[in-house]
Protein backbone atom coordinates (compact mmCIF):
# COMPACT_ATOMS: atom_id res chain seq x y z
CA UNK A 1 0.00 0.00 0.00
CA UNK A 2 1.63 3.24 -0.93
CA UNK A 3 1.05 6.79 -0.01
CA UNK A 4 2.95 9.47 0.72
CA UNK A 5 2.78 13.32 1.04
CA UNK A 6 5.07 15.85 -0.57
CA UNK A 7 8.70 15.99 0.57
CA UNK A 8 11.61 17.13 -0.43
CA UNK A 9 15.32 16.56 0.65
CA UNK A 10 18.33 18.86 -0.48
CA UNK A 11 21.85 19.10 -0.75
CA UNK A 12 24.01 21.15 -2.62
CA UNK A 13 26.98 19.84 -4.84
CA UNK A 14 28.51 17.32 -5.27
CA UNK A 15 25.19 16.00 -3.63
CA UNK A 16 21.79 15.83 -5.88
CA UNK A 17 18.54 17.81 -4.79
CA UNK A 18 15.52 15.50 -4.54
CA UNK A 19 11.81 16.53 -4.62
CA UNK A 20 9.81 13.71 -3.69
CA UNK A 21 5.83 14.69 -4.80
CA UNK A 22 3.34 11.98 -4.13
CA UNK A 23 4.97 8.56 -5.99
CA UNK A 24 7.28 10.75 -8.20
CA UNK A 25 11.13 12.05 -7.39
CA UNK A 26 12.13 14.83 -9.26
CA UNK A 27 16.45 14.49 -8.63
CA UNK A 28 19.08 17.00 -9.88
CA UNK A 29 22.11 18.85 -8.83
CA UNK A 30 22.38 22.36 -7.37
CA UNK A 31 24.86 24.15 -5.59
CA UNK A 32 24.63 26.20 -1.89
CA UNK A 33 23.41 29.23 -3.83
CA UNK A 34 20.50 27.66 -4.94
CA UNK A 35 19.49 26.00 -1.63
CA UNK A 36 19.88 29.40 -0.01
CA UNK A 37 18.26 31.59 -2.31
CA UNK A 38 14.97 29.22 -1.48
CA UNK A 39 15.73 29.52 2.09
CA UNK A 40 16.57 26.11 2.60
CA UNK A 41 18.79 24.46 5.12
CA UNK A 42 20.91 21.79 3.17
CA UNK A 43 20.50 18.45 3.82
CA UNK A 44 17.28 18.36 5.54
CA UNK A 45 14.10 17.19 4.50
CA UNK A 46 11.02 19.64 4.27
CA UNK A 47 7.05 18.41 4.35
CA UNK A 48 6.33 21.04 0.93
CA UNK A 49 2.66 21.73 -0.45
CA UNK A 50 1.86 21.97 -4.28
CA UNK A 51 2.81 25.56 -4.97
CA UNK A 52 5.89 25.24 -2.75
CA UNK A 53 6.91 21.99 -5.28
CA UNK A 54 5.91 24.34 -8.47
CA UNK A 55 8.43 27.08 -7.13
CA UNK A 56 11.74 24.84 -6.87
CA UNK A 57 11.15 23.20 -10.05
CA UNK A 58 10.69 26.70 -11.80
CA UNK A 59 13.55 27.88 -9.57
CA UNK A 60 15.25 24.91 -11.16
CA UNK A 61 14.74 26.07 -15.20
CA UNK A 62 17.85 25.45 -17.06
CA UNK A 63 19.51 22.99 -14.68
CA UNK A 64 19.49 19.17 -15.43
CA UNK A 65 17.12 16.83 -13.40
CA UNK A 66 15.03 13.97 -13.82
CA UNK A 67 11.87 12.34 -13.19
CA UNK A 68 11.26 9.07 -11.79
CA UNK A 69 9.02 6.80 -10.09
CA UNK A 70 9.61 6.44 -6.67
CA UNK A 71 8.75 6.99 -3.23
CA UNK A 72 10.34 5.46 0.01
CA UNK A 73 7.30 2.12 -0.09
CA UNK A 74 8.21 1.64 -3.65
CA UNK A 75 11.64 2.20 -3.83
CA UNK A 76 12.06 -0.73 -0.87
CA UNK A 77 10.09 -2.97 -2.58
CA UNK A 78 11.87 -2.62 -6.22
CA UNK A 79 15.13 -3.20 -3.94
CA UNK A 80 13.93 -6.22 -3.02
CA UNK A 81 12.58 -8.02 -5.95
CA UNK A 82 15.55 -6.99 -7.96
CA UNK A 83 17.23 -9.07 -5.02
CA UNK A 84 14.40 -12.07 -5.06
CA UNK A 85 14.61 -12.07 -8.50
CA UNK A 86 18.74 -12.73 -8.88
CA UNK A 87 19.46 -16.15 -10.76
CA UNK A 88 23.01 -16.05 -9.70
CA UNK A 89 21.51 -16.87 -6.10
CA UNK A 90 20.46 -20.36 -6.79
CA UNK A 91 16.92 -19.32 -5.05
CA UNK A 92 13.08 -19.35 -6.23
CA UNK A 93 12.30 -15.86 -7.40
CA UNK A 94 10.80 -13.87 -4.51
CA UNK A 95 7.53 -12.66 -6.27
CA UNK A 96 7.33 -8.56 -4.83
CA UNK A 97 3.42 -6.65 -5.51
CA UNK A 98 2.03 -3.32 -4.46
CA UNK A 99 -1.59 -2.64 -3.17
CA UNK A 100 -2.94 0.54 -3.33
CA UNK A 101 -4.77 3.39 -5.90
CA UNK A 102 -2.67 5.71 -8.23
CA UNK A 103 -4.09 9.31 -9.66
CA UNK A 104 -5.12 9.90 -12.64
CA UNK A 105 -3.25 13.84 -12.85
CA UNK A 106 -0.54 13.85 -15.09
CA UNK A 107 1.90 12.72 -11.89
CA UNK A 108 -0.03 9.72 -11.63
CA UNK A 109 0.15 8.90 -15.66
CA UNK A 110 3.55 9.20 -15.41
CA UNK A 111 4.01 6.80 -12.34
CA UNK A 112 2.21 4.04 -14.21
CA UNK A 113 4.07 4.34 -17.09
CA UNK A 114 7.66 4.35 -15.34
CA UNK A 115 6.56 1.80 -12.08
CA UNK A 116 9.28 -1.06 -12.18
CA UNK A 117 8.00 -4.52 -14.38
CA UNK A 118 9.02 -6.51 -11.16
CA UNK A 119 6.65 -5.13 -9.28
CA UNK A 120 2.80 -6.50 -9.28
CA UNK A 121 -0.06 -4.32 -8.27
CA UNK A 122 -3.28 -5.78 -6.68
CA UNK A 123 -6.09 -5.61 -5.08
CA UNK A 124 -6.71 -8.59 -3.17
CA UNK A 125 -4.80 -8.75 0.56
CA UNK A 126 -1.07 -10.55 0.35
CA UNK A 127 0.83 -12.61 2.44
CA UNK A 128 3.10 -9.63 4.08
CA UNK A 129 2.25 -5.90 4.05
CA UNK A 130 4.77 -2.91 3.91
CA UNK A 131 2.84 -0.08 5.13
CA UNK A 132 3.22 3.34 5.07
CA UNK A 133 2.37 5.60 8.54
CA UNK A 134 0.07 8.30 6.25
CA UNK A 135 -1.94 5.44 4.84
CA UNK A 136 -2.70 3.07 7.96
CA UNK A 137 -5.31 3.73 10.57
CA UNK A 138 -7.31 1.83 13.22
CA UNK A 139 -9.73 0.93 10.37
CA UNK A 140 -7.32 -1.09 8.93
CA UNK A 141 -7.67 -4.91 9.56
CA UNK A 142 -5.04 -7.92 8.19
CA UNK A 143 -4.80 -11.53 9.12
CA UNK A 144 -1.19 -11.14 7.81
CA UNK A 145 2.30 -10.26 8.83
CA UNK A 146 2.19 -6.22 9.01
CA UNK A 147 5.43 -4.19 8.61
CA UNK A 148 5.45 -0.71 9.26
CA UNK A 149 8.44 1.76 7.93
CA UNK A 150 8.21 4.58 10.40
CA UNK A 151 7.87 4.96 13.49
CA UNK A 152 5.63 8.22 13.39
CA UNK A 153 2.64 6.06 14.63
CA UNK A 154 0.85 5.87 17.96
CA UNK A 155 2.13 3.43 20.55
CA UNK A 156 -1.32 1.69 20.35
CA UNK A 157 -0.99 1.10 16.66
CA UNK A 158 2.52 -0.38 16.58
CA UNK A 159 2.37 -2.52 20.45
CA UNK A 160 -0.99 -4.23 18.57
CA UNK A 161 -0.56 -4.84 14.91
CA UNK A 162 3.26 -4.11 13.74
CA UNK A 163 5.57 -7.46 13.77
CA UNK A 164 8.52 -5.38 12.17
CA UNK A 165 9.35 -1.57 12.41
CA UNK A 166 11.85 0.22 10.60
CA UNK A 167 12.78 3.73 11.71
CA UNK A 168 15.85 6.03 11.68
CA UNK A 169 17.41 7.06 14.82
CA UNK A 170 15.81 10.47 15.39
CA UNK A 171 12.46 8.89 14.54
CA UNK A 172 12.92 6.11 17.23
CA UNK A 173 14.00 8.13 20.08
CA UNK A 174 11.43 10.69 19.37
CA UNK A 175 8.69 7.61 19.21
CA UNK A 176 9.99 6.66 22.29
CA UNK A 177 10.11 10.09 23.86
CA UNK A 178 13.53 9.99 24.46
CA UNK A 179 15.95 12.84 24.80
CA UNK A 180 18.01 13.53 21.71
CA UNK A 181 21.34 12.66 23.48
CA UNK A 182 20.32 9.02 24.05
CA UNK A 183 21.70 6.26 21.67
CA UNK A 184 19.84 4.99 19.13
CA UNK A 185 20.99 1.77 20.95
CA UNK A 186 18.38 2.38 23.67
CA UNK A 187 15.43 3.70 21.45
CA UNK A 188 15.78 0.13 19.79
CA UNK A 189 15.83 -1.64 22.94
CA UNK A 190 12.75 0.05 24.11
CA UNK A 191 10.87 -0.67 21.16
CA UNK A 192 11.67 -4.03 20.62
CA UNK A 193 9.53 -4.68 23.77
CA UNK A 194 6.66 -4.13 21.91
CA UNK A 195 7.19 -5.18 18.34
CA UNK A 196 9.32 -9.04 17.81
CA UNK A 197 11.58 -7.37 15.06
CA UNK A 198 12.67 -3.32 15.26
CA UNK A 199 15.32 -1.86 12.69
CA UNK A 200 17.09 1.21 13.35
CA UNK A 201 19.48 3.14 11.01
CA UNK A 202 21.56 5.58 12.46
CA UNK A 203 23.65 6.90 9.11
CA UNK A 204 27.45 6.41 9.22
CA UNK A 205 27.10 5.76 12.36
CA UNK A 206 25.71 2.01 11.46
CA UNK A 207 22.20 0.31 12.64
CA UNK A 208 20.77 -1.49 15.35
CA UNK A 209 18.39 -4.73 15.34
CA UNK A 210 16.22 -5.29 18.29
CA UNK A 211 14.60 -8.30 18.99
CA UNK A 212 13.13 -9.40 22.40
CA UNK A 213 14.69 -6.24 24.29
CA UNK A 214 18.23 -6.99 23.13
CA UNK A 215 19.97 -4.70 20.31
CA UNK A 216 22.65 -5.83 18.11
CA UNK A 217 25.14 -2.95 16.39
CA UNK A 218 25.39 -3.54 12.52
CA UNK A 219 28.84 -1.36 11.47
CA UNK A 220 28.37 0.92 8.65
CA UNK A 221 30.28 -0.64 5.55
CA UNK A 222 32.92 1.62 3.80
CA UNK A 223 31.53 3.52 0.90
CA UNK A 224 32.14 6.96 -0.96
CA UNK A 225 28.73 8.82 -0.75
CA UNK A 226 27.16 9.89 -3.85
CA UNK A 227 23.51 10.04 -3.20
CA UNK A 228 22.01 9.21 0.45
CA UNK A 229 18.69 9.90 -0.59
CA UNK A 230 17.43 6.56 -0.51
CA UNK A 231 19.34 4.73 1.86
CA UNK A 232 16.92 3.66 4.73
CA UNK A 233 14.92 2.23 1.38
CA UNK A 234 17.38 0.39 0.85
CA UNK A 235 18.62 -1.00 3.89
CA UNK A 236 15.14 -1.88 4.83
CA UNK A 237 14.67 -3.87 1.85
CA UNK A 238 18.15 -6.18 2.70
CA UNK A 239 16.27 -6.66 6.15
CA UNK A 240 13.29 -8.25 4.24
CA UNK A 241 15.21 -10.17 1.92
CA UNK A 242 17.31 -11.96 4.63
CA UNK A 243 14.05 -12.54 6.89
CA UNK A 244 11.62 -13.89 3.35
CA UNK A 245 15.63 -16.31 3.05
CA UNK A 246 14.92 -17.89 6.38
CA UNK A 247 18.11 -16.41 7.53
CA UNK A 248 18.25 -16.86 11.50
CA UNK A 249 21.73 -15.07 11.79
CA UNK A 250 20.83 -11.29 12.73
CA UNK A 251 24.07 -9.76 12.54
CA UNK A 252 24.33 -11.27 8.61
CA UNK A 253 20.91 -9.96 8.05
CA UNK A 254 22.31 -6.32 9.33
CA UNK A 255 25.68 -6.57 7.57
CA UNK A 256 23.32 -7.61 4.08
CA UNK A 257 20.98 -4.66 4.62
CA UNK A 258 23.86 -2.23 5.02
CA UNK A 259 26.05 -3.52 2.20
CA UNK A 260 22.76 -2.39 0.05
CA UNK A 261 22.22 0.82 1.61
CA UNK A 262 25.60 1.21 0.77
CA UNK A 263 25.43 0.41 -3.04
CA UNK A 264 22.38 2.72 -2.89
CA UNK A 265 24.50 5.62 -1.36
CA UNK A 266 27.28 5.46 -4.06
CA UNK A 267 25.21 6.23 -6.97
CA UNK A 268 22.56 9.19 -7.89
CA UNK A 269 19.10 7.60 -7.97
CA UNK A 270 17.05 5.77 -5.09
CA UNK A 271 16.99 2.62 -6.34
CA UNK A 272 19.25 -0.85 -6.16
CA UNK A 273 20.18 -1.25 -10.08
CA UNK A 274 19.62 -5.18 -11.60
CA UNK A 275 23.26 -5.65 -11.81
CA UNK A 276 24.53 -4.74 -8.25
CA UNK A 277 21.12 -6.71 -6.69
CA UNK A 278 22.63 -9.57 -8.43
CA UNK A 279 25.98 -9.07 -6.59
CA UNK A 280 24.77 -9.01 -3.62
CA UNK A 281 22.08 -11.96 -3.71
CA UNK A 282 25.11 -13.91 -4.91
CA UNK A 283 27.18 -12.95 -1.80
CA UNK A 284 24.41 -13.51 0.83
CA UNK A 285 23.79 -17.04 -0.93
CA UNK A 286 27.13 -17.26 -0.14
CA UNK A 287 26.31 -16.65 3.20
CA UNK A 288 23.37 -18.41 3.94
CA UNK A 289 24.99 -21.86 2.96
CA UNK A 290 27.21 -21.45 6.25
CA UNK A 291 24.41 -20.56 8.97
CA UNK A 292 21.13 -22.65 10.04
CA UNK A 293 18.16 -21.51 8.79
CA UNK A 294 14.64 -20.52 10.85
CA UNK A 295 11.09 -21.19 9.38
CA UNK A 296 9.40 -18.92 11.36
CA UNK A 297 11.19 -15.40 11.81
Known amino acids: ?82 LGSSQSAGYPELKIAMAGSVGSDPLGSFYRFAADPDILFLHKPLEYWLISCILFNHAFRASCAVLMCTSCLSRDIVGNYADMLFANANGARAFCELPSTDSPMSATRYLSHSVPLVSVTDGMHGSYIGVKGEAIYIPPPSCIPVDTCGAGDAYASGILYGILRGASDLKGIGLLASRVAAVVIGQQGTRLRVQDADGLAESFAHHLDSLEFCSDV
Open 1 to 82: MLLSSCKMQLAARPHPKKLNADAVDFSGMVDDEFLERLSIEKGTRKVINHEERGQVLRAMDGCSYKAAAGGSLSNSLVALAR
